[in-house]
Every structure is written in structure tokens, then in C-alpha cells.
DNA sequence: ACAAATGATACTAATGTGGTATCTTTAAAG
DNA sequence: CTTTAAAGATACCACATTAGTATCATTTGT
């Protein structure tokens, strides 16, 4: 099973060349033939990237895309839930019915505690790297 | 994004139940009738379950299922994978074409901990929950 | 022999992922 | 003020995975 899906991982790709690129405006077509990634599909993907503001975009001839903070404050965590939604373990197992009130679902916790773990190491993640 | 499919949420029950019920015996269809679960549904997954070896069964008349081991013993982290198979992050982003060899790339290196840090965790819960 | 259990296997429906196609809007350059 | 190079919007399609069904074969206690 992926944890990250190809959208993420074409995104973070693109991010990290934005990142690396001493001229500030990158289009698509500059994206596209150093990434070889599908033109439609990329472009799909930098339109979603606008919308969540994770890069911004100019229109119009000479228009582009480029990074709206530094590359250390985009967190790898808000391109995966751009794309994948927020990712969660499960609820809970048995749905509140079986759980004994008093333990309050051991699983559950620790569950919760993995699942915490993970989004606190993801948020230090940036595209810096 | 689900992290825990339905087939390994239901037999996680599936094996709750198990692990909790007196009689060491169970049938596909007690488990049917308490865990609301698809007949034909079920009986996949436990068949699954069974050549996993995550637990036992017994063909005919008066058979069912029961776990070969303490509930202790038997690993959440089995049955996701039983499941789902085993569960990577990604490969490398960057197919190691851009990969800095002498950062080693240190993204990698944090994705692969976070990573570990899961499985090591995944693996101290068991069914005894 | 029969009935009650699981095993094996093939099929179907719904959803998600990866990718395409087409048209509209914006804005700089000539 | 028209052309042209960019992005925006939207609808679509193919394939894979997930969730679930159906059917028949095998085993075993009574």
C-alpha cells in the first residue's frame, strides 16, 4: 500500500525544482520538460497546488508559477493532504459499541498516539530538503 | 486517505472476538450474527486469516475458527499487512537522479525514519486490546 | 448418507487513481 | 487592438483497487 500517491509525490517534485530555481517564474512548460511529467496531468496538479495556495500563479503571457513563502515553510504534510485528503488510521474499531467505558479503548489510544506522532514528524518536513 | 482498510478493520474484529469469547470454537456464522459482517465477505477474509496462519481452522461438521496463539502474541501490524500488503511511504522522489550524494538525501532519511517509527510501534499493539 | 462446517474460485459493482481533451480567461508584446 | 503565450475550468476516460457476491467442492461428525 502507497501512503503517498503519484499526485503527491509529481507535486513535491515540482515544488522542490520552484524551489531550486534561481528565476523566480517557472511555467508549466519549463515544469513539464524537465520533470517529464504528462503536461495535462502536471498542469492539473499545479492548478490544485494554486488553489490550496501552496504556489501561486500568474496568468497571461510571461505568467508562471512560483513559490508564495520560503521553501522551509511548505510542509510536505499540506501537499499530502492536498492531494489525499487528511489522512486518518480508522475510526474506531467497534464503532463505540463493544469499547468497555472504563479502559476507554486502549487501541484506540494508542492508535491515536501513532497517528499523532506521524503528522507531527510529517509537519517538520518541508520542501528544504 | 484510509490507512486501514475495511478487510482489516472486519477482521480485526473478526479476531477481538475470537480472542474474547469463551468457547475456543467459533463458526463463520456466529461471527456473521454478532459482528454484522457479510456472510460471503467474511468467510473470504477468514480464509484469508487462515493461510496467513493469523488463525486456525477446522473443516466440518462442528468446525470453526480459533487463534493458534495467545491474543497477545498476534500483531496488528500482521493483519494490516495480510491485508494490504506492506506499507511504504514511496520509493525515492527523486528516482535517485537529483539525490545530492552527499546529503544523502535527507528527506529519504527522514520518510524512512518516520516510517520505522510506525512499524516499531504498529507491531506493540496486538489483539489483547 | 446427510448435514454442517470451511476451501477454492470466479464474478460484479463501486470507488479511486492516473491521465486526456477542450474550451475559456488573462495579460504582455507588437 | 489583435495576436499569442501563458494559466483556469471542466468534463471525460482507462485502469486498478476495494468491497462484496455467488457457486461449487471438500471435509467431518452424527
Known sequence: ?????????????????????????????????????????????????NKKRILKSYKGRGGGFLLPKAADKILL???ITAFQGPLRLNECFFKKKMCPDTKVCVLRRKIIAIERYVFSQLRTVTIAS
Chains 1, 2 share one sequence.
Do not use: G, N, W
Open 77 to 79: 504534510m499540506d501537499v
Open 1 to 49: 500500500m502507497k501512503l503517498i500517491t503519484r499526485d503527491t509525490d509529481y507535486a513535491i517534485r515540482a515544488l522542490c525544482y520552484l524551489a531550486a530555481s534561481d528565476k523566480d517564474m517557472v511555467t508549466a512548460s519549463e515544469l513539464v520538460r524537465v520533470l517529464k511529467i504528462p503536461r495535462p496531468f502536471l498542469r492539473k496538479l499545479l492548478q490544485i497546488l
